[in-house]
C-alpha cells in the first residue's frame, strides 16, 4: 500500500516544484456543444457549501453555467436504480462515498473514467492517475477528497489524573480514562479497532476477520468497554456527547471533530491514532446525453484540478485526494487558521493509520452486521 506515500511524503517533497496556479484556472477551454446547466446531487450543509464555493461558483462565473443542488447523495444508489429503471436519470453529477460507487459501477450505473484523458495533469506536471494515487478505488470512481473517523476526547476529565491519550488503545483503557464513550452502531471500523488493539497486525487484520474466530475475537475486545459505549448512527452525535460531557471520548468523521474543536471552541482534542480513511468523490450516470456530458466532463477537469481540490480545504477539513494539491492547502476561509494540520492527510496525522477495505466489507457486510446486531443484543 503506498497511501502514506501519495498523501505525506510525496505531497512535502512536491511543495517547491507546484507553480500554485491550475493550469485550467488560466486558461479554461470553451466547452463546445455542452448543455447551459448542470444538476448536481451531493450531501448539503457544510461539505456541498465547500464544494460551491471551491467548484461551481467560480466555474459559473467563468462559463456561465448554472447548477441546480440536489441533497440526496445518502439514497443515490436507490434513487439511481429507480430513474434508470423509468428510462429518465435527471442527474448529471453524483457526489458519493466510495462503497457506493462500487456498486453503482459494478451496476453499470456509473460511467466508466479514462483518468489521463478526463482528468487534469497536477499543477507540478505529474500524470493525474500518479497525482491521484491510490484514491482510484474504482474505474468509475473520480475523487475529491479524503476524510477519516477517528477519535475525539476530552481534555478537562477530572478523573483521568492528568493523564492524556495518546494512541487508539486508550479508548479500550477504562482504568486510566474512565467514562463513557461513543462508537457507531455498526460493525465497520469498530472490528479493526478492536483487533489492532487486541494484539493483531495491521496487514493481518482482514485474515482474521475473514474467520467467524477472529469476529469473535473482535467482539470479546469491545466486550471489555461495552458497558461503557454509547452508540450512535449519525455523525452529528459524537460531537455534540463530547460538548455535553456524556461522553470523555468518541468516533465521528474527522469534520465533525473539526467543527467542535475550532469553531465551537469546546475543551476537546484529537485523537489520530488508527483514523480510518475514505474516500469521496464524483460518478457520471451513465448514458447521459451527449450535450449534458460535454458539460460534465467539461466542468470535472476543472472541479478536479490541483487548485480546485485545494481550495475546497478552505472550508471545510478534508484532505485533497490529489498529492499535488497538499501543498497549496492555506488558511481557513473565515477562521483564518491554517488547515494544514487539521487535514487527516497530514503527514504529522498519519504516523497510523488504516483504509476502508471496500472490497472486503462489500463481500462480508451482510454477515458481520448481523452477528454485531445479534451482540448488541447480548
Given at each position: 500500500m503506498k497511501l502514506k506515500h501519495w498523501l505525506g511524503a510525496t505531497a512535502i517533497a512536491l511543495a517547491p516544484a507546484v507553480s500554485g496556479t491550475a493550469l485550467l484556472a488560466q486558461d479554461l477551454p470553451e466547452c463546445e456543444d455542452c448543455a447551459d446547466s448542470l444538476t448536481v446531487v451531493s450531501w448539503g450543509g457544510a461539505y456541498q457549501n465547500s464544494q460551491q464555493n471551491a467548484y461551481s461558483e467560480p466555474y459559473s462565473e467563468m462559463t456561465g453555467t448554472s447548477f441546480t443542488w440536489d441533497e440526496s447523495s445518502n439514497e443515490a444508489v436507490a434513487k439511481l436504480r429507480a430513474m434508470f429503471e423509468a428510462g429518465n436519470v435527471t442527474w448529471d453529477l453524483v457526489d458519493v462515498e466510495g462503497p457506493d460507487s462500487q456498486r453503482l459501477c459494478d451496476e453499470g450505473l456509473a460511467m466508466e473514467i479514462d483518468v489521463e484523458e478526463m482528468l487534469a495533469a497536477g499543477a507540478d506536471g505529474s500524470e493525474a492517475e500518479d497525482d491521484f494515487g491510490d484514491s482510484l478505488i474504482n474505474d468509475c470512481f473520480i475523487p475529491q477528497i479524503v476524510f477519516s473517523t477517528?477519535?475525539?476526547?476530552?481534555?478537562?476529565?477530572?478523573?483521568?489524573?492528568?493523564?492524556?491519550?495518546?494512541?487508539?488503545?486508550?479508548?479500550?483503557?477504562?482504568?486510566?480514562?474512565?467514562?463513557?464513550?461513543?462508537?457507531?452502531?455498526?460493525?465497520?471500523?469498530?472490528?479493526?479497532?478492536?483487533?489492532?488493539?487486541?494484539?493483531?497486525?495491521k496487514e493481518d487484520l482482514y485474515d482474521v476477520l475473514s474467520t467467524p474466530e477472529g469476529v469473535d475475537q473482535a467482539l470479546a475486545k469491545l466486550g471489555t468497554i461495552k458497558d461503557q459505549v454509547v452508540w450512535w448512527s449519525a455523525g452529528a452525535e459524537t460531537p455534540q456527547l463530547l460538548a455535553d460531557g456524556e461522553v470523555v471520548m468518541g468516533s465521528t468523521y474527522n469534520g465533525r471533530l473539526f467543527s467542535v474543536i475550532e469553531e465551537q471552541d469546546q475543551p476537546v482534542a484529537m485523537l489520530w491514532d488508527w483514523q480510518v480513511f475514505d474516500f469521496d468523490g464524483w460518478i457520471i450516470p451513465a448514458d447521459l446525453p451527449e450535450e449534458r456530458l460535454n458539460r460534465v466532463l467539461h466542468f470535472v477537469k476543472f472541479a478536479t484540478d490541483t487548485q480546485r481540490l485545494a481550495d475546497q480545504a478552505k472550508y471545510i477539513s478534508y484532505g485533497p485526494a490529489r498529492a499535488s494539491s497538499q501543498p497549496l492547502v492555506s488558511t481557513h476561509a473565515d477562521l483564518g487558521i491554517e488547515m494544514g494540520p487539521h487535514m487527516p492527510t497530514n503527514p504529522d496525522n498519519q504516523k497510523n493509520y488504516l483504509v476502508n477495505n471496500i472490497e472486503w466489507w462489500a463481500d462480508n457486510q451482510d454477515d458481520v452486521e448481523a452477528k454485531f446486531q445479534v451482540w448488541l443484543t447480548q
Open positions: 477517528t477519535f475525539g476526547y476530552r481534555t478537562d476529565v477530572a478523573d483521568w489524573n492528568g493523564a492524556v491519550p495518546e494512541d487508539l488503545c486508550a479508548v479500550f483503557d477504562l482504568e486510566t480514562f474512565p467514562g463513557k464513550r461513543s462508537l457507531e452502531k455498526r460493525p465497520k471500523k469498530n472490528l479493526e479497532w478492536a483487533l489492532l488493539c487486541d494484539g493483531v497486525a
